[in-house]
């Protein structure tokens, strides 16, 4: 897996583009990842539901869960699903909307200066084997490419939106992932 600083673009991960990001604000060094998990329906896999929410294309008439994000304009710059296919939908130079209302050590508006990886999963199931790996070496990229990137600025979505968010949740594996990743 090989960054591309060119495009922003991840070698080895499907290219599927979001309309749903924007510039960073000038002078910003991305030095911060955020984990995330979803799944569409919630604690159901498959189906390409998170493309089509991070593309404006879901369906609110597929579930009945979708018509109540029908509004939603959000993004992630990668996603691996349960199978550890990478899909990156926003360059990492761009903003991907991903973040929402948040804070990190005193800075406000954490989509400026994180990358965000949405895992398929949920807060009540353990994650696969295949998608630490991926994410494992897709960090390691990421830190190559950005040395601000450090292991200390890695979080949950619920770190930094705690009164709002619990992802990726007690099934992910800090622990096992940091090892892995070697901190």
Request: with cysteine.
């Amino acid at each position: 897996m090989r960054l591309d600083e060119g495009t922003g673009i991840v070698s080895g991960a499907d290219w599927i583009q979001s309309p749903n990001c924007d510039d960073r604000p000038p002078g910003i060094t991305v030095d911060t990842l955020v984990i995330h998990a979803m799944s569409l329906p919630p604690n159901s896999f498959g189906g390409g539901h998170v493309a089509r929410l991070f593309t404006n294309r879901l369906d609110p008439d597929a579930h009945p869960y979708f018509a109540g994000i029908r509004h939603l304009r959000v993004s992630a710059h990668f996603f691996i699903d349960r199978q550890g296919a990478l899909t990156q939908f926003v360059p990492v130079g761009k903003r991907a909307w991903h973040a929402g209302e948040s804070r990190f050590r005193g800075r406000d508006a954490v989509n400026d200066f994180s990358i965000g990886v949405e895992l398929e999963g949920c807060d009540n199931r353990p994650f696969e084997a295949v998608q630490y790996a991926v994410l494992t070496t897709l960090t390691s990229t990421l830190m190559s490419a950005y040395p601000a990137l450090t292991p200390d600025r890695i979080m949950g979505h619920s770190d930094i939106a705690p009164e709002r968010k619990t992802d990726p949740g007690p099934g992910f594996d800090w622990r096992r992932f940091l090892g892995e990743l070697g901190s």
